[in-house]
């Protein structure tokens, strides 16, 4: 299980390569320092936000956790503004709208859980949604952005 501060740098050097990614095709786009929980990178040259998250477990669940509170407060996909998320497993990454997920999560009946997570000290809300769901609604999908960089 990995501590707090491990988890954070595996998230900025995931949030690094998707800047680099996207940096490709928009050479302005920033990351957003910080405790930001909005959005993680901006890309000025369209006015898009993007959110970024990492969740090798679901490798082992089959299962994404689609945060929705933590704190008795909304987060996750109930506070970020981002118009995309990527969601890097170590296998694949995933790229979706906010609503997409959101449609996924009604279509489907999917129920929130609530649970401390691993690396967390309060309990989460979130709902457990399976990989072979999520996909169809995906804008894309490709190899892991952490596997690629590993080669």
Do not use: W
């Not at 320092?33 to 998250?53: A, C, L, N, S, T």
């Amino acid at each position: 299980m990995a501590n707090f501060k491990e988890s954070l740098e595996t998230g900025q050097d995931l949030e690094e390569l998707v800047l680099k990614l996207i940096r490709k095709d928009y050479p302005c786009s920033v990351r957003i320092p910080g405790k930001f929980k909005q959005y993680d990178i901006f890309i000025p040259e369209k006015d898009v936000k993007i959110e970024v998250k990492q969740d090798k477990k679901s490798q082992h669940t089959g299962n994404l956790v689609i945060e929705t509170s933590m704190y008795g407060q909304p987060s996750g996909i109930m506070s970020t503004e981002a118009h995309y998320v990527y969601f890097d497993t170590g296998e694949e990454l995933l790229i979706i709208t906010p609503n997409d997920i959101f449609k996924c999560i009604i279509k489907n009946n999917i129920p929130e859980r609530t649970f401390v997570g691993d690396g967390d000290t309060q309990e989460k809300t979130a709902c457990l949604v399976k990989l072979d769901l999520l996909r169809p609604y995906c804008l894309r999908t490709q190899k892991s952005l952490i596997k690629l960089s590993l080669n």
